[in-house]
């Protein structure tokens, strides 16, 4: 291995050839479909392990302003701007025990989040709270989504352990019936959409899976009741277990350190190793955060988005891997490629490419004893290809007696499953518990999923109305159709890693858009013209980085190595220049979605 950092022209020569035969290794045939739903009918994969048996109660008849799906950061975001506009009425329905998403179910040991909390925890300011973390634990983040639910008064009207089953447009009363999984149908002018994007959980079919008649749980289904202690650790019930963990992604690498902790032994199926760059957690005050300052959130928010987006900043206030690294997250940009001479450009970009990707191979060097597990956990793709991680205990824990790496690329995955065993290239691990850190289907959730029909104007379904020619919105949000109904998330607009900001930009919107309707007496529907040029001006400028996932190692950014879908997706000029957009809009244009 070369210094960290020193590249010559022969050697990228080299690593395109090792990336393209690791790619090789590990994509099949059958690509996104190798995997099996939330739904499937074995395990402990359905059940709610926080909440238990939801307390009975009446359907609900009765009306209200804005419905909102999802108790999220999107849906209590919505809700608290929604309030910020002095809206009344504003019921969030949620399939957890309470509010929190993502931060509800996943409640894993070790679990952090990997973007700085300062920039991460929304509407610090508004409510007067500041991390005490540079990252968060995932309990601090989940009692903040319930800091800003409570301050926004919006447990009054909230309904949990309840899925919104239907959406029906009844155009004679101008409101939308809203029928859920507890019996409800009631009534509501408005419809905001927050399902997120991480909550369709997914598991590997692997053959036999459904034998296994060991203990098995999905990362974002905990189960402490067999494990003992909490995402503190103090696993004790794991002490003299054989534990293994399938998936070394964002939440793999948080988990095993933590499983290793107590465990009596774990094996970690490997497919593909994660970057695992530095972490550097530590405490904070708020004299480090500049907190007694007015605007200091949003500032510091604004100038994480920036960097991430590949914008010119005068300075980084977070200053950490994300931002220090944020130059080879451009090709990810639907910007990329747009910029001076490509050629010389690019190569520049390999370059730097390679050099971080040497550094972080270096890293594994250097922390792994081991030299063949060292190998074995050296990731040989072009940073980004997959979500970048960051951890000072993985790497370290497989140099404990406990752990053990089995690297299943080769077979592209895990081969079989038995009553007692995972098998990997002929090799039998009998295990007590197997854990699926596999992750979630990213972006599709809600109505997305076909599990949410959604009934416009004259019973049009919204699903089907897409079907010929994919999503056709107004920004993202707003559908011709469709009256009164938003749809926060990431389709057709911009996204970024720091998806709570995202999410609240699209709050901000979704509150602007209902207080005028409210203050005009008007529907909310943009017209087909409306749509087609927004439609037009996302395929115009759309990105030309399909050359980049198609080198890719496997996994969700392409699609498991088939590409992207057909169909444009982003905003072309990034997250910075959509917010920017959006807030002229709002002054110059609102009123023409109105009628
Ligand atoms: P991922 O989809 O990123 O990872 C799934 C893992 O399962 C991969 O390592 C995958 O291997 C492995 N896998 C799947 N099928 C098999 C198989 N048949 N045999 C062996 N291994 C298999 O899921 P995560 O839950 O880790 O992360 C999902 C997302 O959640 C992240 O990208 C991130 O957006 C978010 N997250 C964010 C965090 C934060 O701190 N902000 C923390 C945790 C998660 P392979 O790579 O080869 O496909």
Known sequence: MAQDGAVSAETLAELRERYRIERERRVRPDGPRQYLGADAEFGYYAADPYAGEPAEREPLADRVDVAVVGGGFGGILAGARLRGQGVGRVRIVEKGGDFGGTWYWNR?????????????????????????????????????????????????????STSVTSLSWDDSDRTWIVDTDRGDRFRATYVITATGTLSELKLPGIPGIETFRGHTFHTSRWDYGYTGGSPDGGLTGLADKRVGIVGTGATGIQVVPKVAEDAGHVYVFQRT?????????????????????PGWARERRDNFLRIVSGEA????????????SAGLLEKLLPSFRRQGDRTAFEAAYETADAAKMNELRARVERVVTDPETAEKLKPWYRYACKRP???DQYLEAFNRDNVTL?????????????????????????LDCLIFATGFSVGVSGILSGRLPVHGRGGVQLLHAWARQGPRTLHGFTTNGFPNLIQLGGMQSANSVNYTHILDEHAVHAAALVAAAE???????????AEDAWVAALAEGAPDHEWFHAECTPGYYNREGVGRPNGPGAYPHGAVAFHELLRRWREESLHKVLN
């Open 389 to 391: 991680t960051f951890s």
């Open 313 to 324: 900043a005068e300075q980084d206030l977070v200053a950490d891997r994300w931002t220090s």
């Open 519 to 529: 203050s005009r007496g008007a529907l909310i529907e943009p017209t087909r013209e």
């Open 108 to 160: 894993y040991p070790g679990i952090h989040c990997d973007i700085e909390s300062h920039v991460y925890l929304p509407l610090l300011e508004e409510t007067g709270y500041v991390p005490e973390w540079k990252y968060a634990p995932g309990e601090e983040i989940r009692l903040h989504a319930r800091r800003i639910a409570e301050q926004f008064d919006l447990y009054a009207d909230a309904l949990f």
């Open 406 to 430: 089995v690297d299943t690329a080769d077979t592209h995955g895990i081969e079989r499953m038995t009553e007692n065993a995972v098998v990997v290239g002929g090799t039998e691990y009998e």
């Open 273 to 293: 190793p994660s970057t695992v760059d530095v972490r550097a957690n530590r405490r904070t005050t708020a004299a480090d955060v500049g907190a007694d300052r």
